[in-house]
């Protein structure tokens, strides 16, 4: 038989104390309920674990080792329940996360850095989807949270601002307007317009084409246009295109980033989650994105 954790608590104090008087205080239970215990255990395993003597006990050799060995169950037993605790607050075990294009330059690997320092024990699982993925993946339990641009949403899905980001012109270096300072989104219409198709990314498309539509003008959309050819096309000045500002973190090469005179327009980007399958450690990832959104003003009233 094993001895009980119980027990190899009572066989480490009596190691620890060198006595079973002074063990038992310590583990505030009788002297002669301890040494039942202990003795139990060396009946168990047929081994003696300590030497009586008139001053005391003295642990042999064989006992030296079923103590270090005791104490590392014990601390791994402790370890377990306190794991599991901060599990049960979202604070340790495993949070899937998906994430789409437009988050990838800063949004989302900034909330992931603060998660890791509030959050040490919890371990993000994470791959980049397309915006039309989504909603699957979040509907049939594959993924625990997403990160977006704002689209509609079924009832079954809730959602929390996390930023609203400026848009800029992404031009070919050689475009005409590529050597101003700023622009309007006006200045872009007559270009082909490259955008990732709304069946790929629904919310983005669906805020960019707004933002040609809040200037007074229909744009005309690249119908060829795809998720490998978009930068491609910008590029060689075939056309040109929105996209978010912290794409300047990795600006693809042969293309310029202009600003959009203010206010420019803005994409949203949200975090969402079933709401019938919310794990505790979901509340730990929006209050990270809370706390940068606040630092860096990503939601400016």
């Given at each position: 038989?094993?001895?009980?954790?119980?027990?190899?608590?009572?066989?480490?104090a009596?190691?620890?104390?060198?006595?079973?008087?002074?063990?038992?205080?310590?583990?505030?239970?009788?002297?002669?309920?301890?040494?039942?215990?202990?003795?139990?255990?060396?009946?168990?395993?047929?081994?003696?674990?300590?030497?009586?003597?008139?001053?005391?006990?003295?642990?042999?050799?064989?006992?030296?080792?079923?103590?270090?060995?005791?104490?590392?169950?014990?601390?791994?037993?402790?370890?377990?329940?306190?794991?599991?605790h901060a599990?049960?607050?979202?604070?340790?075990?495993v949070?899937?996360?998906?994430?789409?294009?437009t988050?990838?330059?800063?949004?989302?690997?900034?909330?992931?850095?603060?998660?890791?320092?509030?959050?040490?024990?919890?371990r993000?699982?994470?791959?980049?989807?397309?915006?039309?993925?989504?909603?699957?993946?979040?509907?049939?339990?594959g993924?625990?949270?997403?990160?977006?641009?704002?689209?509609?949403?079924?009832?079954?899905?809730?959602?929390?601002?996390?930023?609203?980001?400026?848009?800029?012109?992404?031009?070919?270096?050689?475009?005409?307007?590529a050597?101003?300072?700023?622009?309007?989104?006006?200045?872009?219409?007559?270009?082909?317009?490259?955008?990732?198709?709304?069946?790929?990314a629904?919310?983005?498309?669906?805020?960019?084409?707004?933002?040609?539509?809040?200037?007074?003008?229909?744009?005309?959309?690249?119908?060829?246009?795809?998720?490998?050819?978009?930068?491609?096309?910008?590029?060689?000045?075939?056309?040109?295109?929105?996209?978010?500002?912290?794409?300047?973190?990795?600006?693809?090469?042969?293309?310029?980033?202009v600003?959009?005179?203010?206010?420019?327009?803005?994409l949203?980007?949200?975090?969402?989650?079933?709401?019938?399958?919310e794990?505790?450690?979901?509340?730990?990832?929006?209050?990270?994105?809370?706390?940068?959104?606040?630092?860096?003003?990503?939601?400016?009233?």
């Open positions: 038989m094993t001895p009980e954790l119980r027990q190899m608590r009572y066989v480490v009596v190691a620890e104390a060198r006595s079973f008087t002074r063990a038992a205080a310590r583990m505030h239970i009788a002297q002669q309920a301890l040494s039942q215990q202990v003795r139990a255990v060396e009946d168990q395993i047929g081994v003696e674990l300590f030497a009586r003597t008139s001053r005391g006990v003295v642990v042999t050799a064989p006992g030296a080792v079923f103590v270090q060995e005791a104490k590392r169950v014990i601390n791994a037993a402790e370890r377990a329940v306190a794991r599991t599990a049960s607050r979202g604070e340790a075990g949070v899937r996360l998906v994430y789409t294009l988050t990838v330059y800063e949004t989302f690997p900034a909330i992931v850095e603060r998660l890791a320092e509030s959050c040490p024990g919890l993000v699982q994470d791959r980049e989807v397309f915006g039309a993925d989504v909603e699957p993946l979040l509907l049939d339990g993924q625990d949270l997403a990160f977006c641009p704002r689209t509609a949403l079924p009832a079954e899905l809730r959602r929390q601002e996390v930023r609203r980001e400026p848009f800029v012109a992404a031009l070919a270096s050689g475009h005409r307007l050597e101003r300072a700023s622009i309007t989104v006006s200045d872009l219409a007559g270009d082909l317009l490259e955008v990732w198709p709304r069946e790929m629904p919310g983005f498309y669906d805020a960019v084409l707004g933002a040609c539509r809040d200037a007074g003008f229909e744009p005309r959309v690249d119908e060829h246009a795809s998720g490998s050819t978009v930068w491609g096309n910008i590029a060689a000045g075939r056309g040109g295109g929105l996209v978010v500002r912290s794409l300047a973190l990795q600006q693809p090469r042969g293309i310029v980033l600003p959009i005179e203010s206010p420019p327009p803005q949203t980007i949200d975090a969402v989650w079933h709401a019938g399958h794990i505790p450690a979901v509340e730990r990832v929006l209050e990270a994105a809370a706390e940068v959104g606040a630092e860096r003003n990503w939601l400016p009233t």
